[in-house]
């Protein structure tokens, strides 16, 4: 299997942007358009668990549109042939004074790239201060 395919990170990456430019915009239609639609998809989430599409669906529907902006700390993108790729990012949000990290396994679909999966948790311990 053939690991960074060049063109396969590019596509993937764009993907990667995308969700994150709609993300902190809290473009709700972008956003479930970038998940898989499938009951076998699932999101778990700082505070929240959730299985299947819909769930998601109605997660985001519901969200406050407010903090969400952050800074990407780390972006870690890997694919594994042509239609597999994972996402890995630490980030900070401005308010807050814990690091997140944010894992989405992407998967190539007759309608694109869409996350089948994805994670997102808070660390523990507050982040270090700059010198």
């Known amino acids: 299997m053939a690991i960074n395919?060049?063109?396969?990170?590019?596509?993937?990456?764009?993907a990667f942007e995308r969700y994150e430019r709609a993300l902190v915009s809290n473009d709700v239609d972008?956003?479930?358009e970038l998940f898989w639609n499938s009951p076998h998809t699932l999101?778990?989430?700082?505070?929240?668990?959730?299985?299947?599409?819909?769930a998601i669906c109605a997660f985001r529907a519901a969200r406050p549109a407010k903090g969400l902006q952050r800074e990407l700390l780390e972006t870690v993108i890997t694919t594994y042939?042509?239609?597999?790729?994972?996402?890995?990012v630490e980030f900070q949000r401005a308010s807050a004074t814990q690091a997140g990290r944010?894992?989405?396994?992407?998967?190539?679909?007759?309608?694109?790239?869409r996350v089948v999966a994805a994670h997102v948790s808070l660390l523990t311990s507050p982040v270090p201060s700059a010198c």
Do not use: K
């Open 30 to 32: 972008v956003l479930d």
């Open 43 to 54: 999101r778990y989430g700082a505070t929240e668990n959730l299985y299947g599409y819909d």
């Open 81 to 88: 042939g042509h239609d597999f790729a994972t996402a890995n």
């Open 102 to 113: 944010q894992s989405q396994t992407w998967m190539r679909t007759p309608q694109g790239w």
């Open 5 to 14: 395919l060049p063109e396969v990170v590019a596509e993937v990456t764009a």
